[in-house]
């Protein structure tokens, strides 16, 4: 039997963590998550953060040398060249990462949650795409009490990602995170025992 290996991803706010941790939780699936890859690649000492604090100046780390993250989404957020920047040190360390983990699992299926699969061109990785979607208004009114953020700030986060409905044009699978978790687990029983 092929291995199944879906790249799940969405927007940002949509509801991929709650998606990642039902199939991790009921189905006791292995979870490749590139937001913990992506924070590793820039943990202090590492050569990306160095690269960091050399582009933005000392004034981007926090007084325990780690990176200021929220400080780094006001330059990335509103700058597309900077983010496109940010991410040309990232991504390759987070493809790499999640590549050598697929290497080391044997499980039938494997869950990579990549929030920038699209855009990061690791759709590769995945035999199987799913995408998480919500209503705009679920999007931003969940990104901004999760971030504690204006209206404004979510815009220019949910603008620098691919919008939904090229992502959900190029998805095997749409899963609909806009009613209740019952709702929700109900699509991904239906689609994990396809």
């Known amino acids: 039997m092929t291995q199944r290996i879906i ?4 927007g940002i706010a949509t509801g991929k963590s709650s998606v990642a941790a039902y199939l991790e939780t009921r189905y006791n699936l292995p979870i490749l998550d590139a937001d913990i890859y992506a924070r590793d690649a820039v943990k202090p000492g590492s050569m990306a953060l160095a690269k960091i604090a050399q582009r933005y100046g000392a004034e ?6 780690n990176l200021d993250r929220k400080q780094l989404g006001n330059i990335i957020f509103n700058n ?3 983010r496109a920047w940010l991410e040309g040190q990232i991504h390759p360390y987070v493809r ?10 044997t499980d039938p299926i494997i869950v990579m949650v990549v929030p920038l699969l699209f855009e990061a061109k690791m759709t590769d990785l995945a035999t199987e795409i799913w995408v998480v979607v919500c209503s705009d208004e679920q999007q931003y009114q969940r990104l901004m009490q999760r971030d504690s953020i204006s209206r404004s700030q979510a815009a220019a986060r949910i603008d620098s990602q691919m919008p939904l409905s090229e992502k959900t044009n190029q ?6 995170n ?3 978790l ?4 109900g699509q991904i029983d239906r689609a994990i025992n396809q």
């Open 7 to 10: 790249g799940l991803t969405g």
């Open 60 to 65: 981007i780390l926090l007084a325990d040398d």
């Open 80 to 82: 597309e060249s900077e």
């Open 96 to 105: 790499e990462r999640i590549l050598s983990a697929q290497q080391q699992l």
């Open 171 to 176: 998805a095997n699978l749409v899963i609909y």
């Open 178 to 180: 806009e009613s209740n």
């Open 182 to 185: 019952t709702g929700l687990y």
